[in-house]
C-alpha cells in the first residue's frame, strides 16, 4: 500500500514562505527518489523538484533558486522549502516518488493548497 499525505500550504503574500511537509507510506522509502508537483487551476500537473537517492536535484526554472527540496528517511517524509513566492506559484502541491515522473500516479494524495496573494 502506499499513501502519501501533504501538508503545511496556506495563505501567504508575494515574497514570502512556506516548507511543505509530504508523510510518506510505502516501504522501502529510501531507496525512492521523490518528487514535488504542483497543479494550478486549468493546468496540468507539473514536477517542480525532484531529490534523487544519492542528494542530487532538479527544480523547475522558474523555482530554482527559491524551492529546495528535503528529506528526512528516519521519518518518511519529504519537504519542499519555498521562499520569494510569486503569485504565479500558486497551486495544489503533491509528492510522489520518482525523479521523472510519478511512480504511483494511482496514489496521489490530496494535495496542500499554495496561495500567493496580496
Known amino acids: 500500500q502506499v499513501k502519501f499525505v501533504e501538508s503545511g500550504g496556506g495563505l501567504v503574500h508575494p515574497g514570502g514562505s512556506l516548507r511543505l511537509s509530504c508523510l510518506v507510506f510505502m516501504r522501502s522509502f529510501s531507496t525512492y527518489g521523490m518528487g514535488w508537483y504542483r497543479q494550478a487551476p486549468g493546468k496540468e500537473r507539473e514536477l517542480v523538484a525532484a531529490l534523487a537517492r544519492d542528494g542530487t536535484t532538479n527544480y523547475l526554472d522558474s523555482v530554482e533558486g527559491r524551492f529546495t527540496i528535503s528529506r528526512d528517511n528516519a521519518k518518511n517524509s519529504v519537504y519542499l522549502q519555498m521562499s520569494s513566492l510569486q503569485p504565479e506559484d500558486t497551486a495544489t502541491y503533491y509528492c510522489?516518488?520518482?525523479?521523472?515522473?510519478?511512480?504511483?500516479?494511482?496514489?496521489w494524495g490530496q494535495g496542500t493548497q499554495v496561495t500567493v496573494s496580496s
Open positions: 510522489n516518488a520518482g525523479r521523472q515522473g510519478p511512480l504511483f500516479p494511482a496514489y
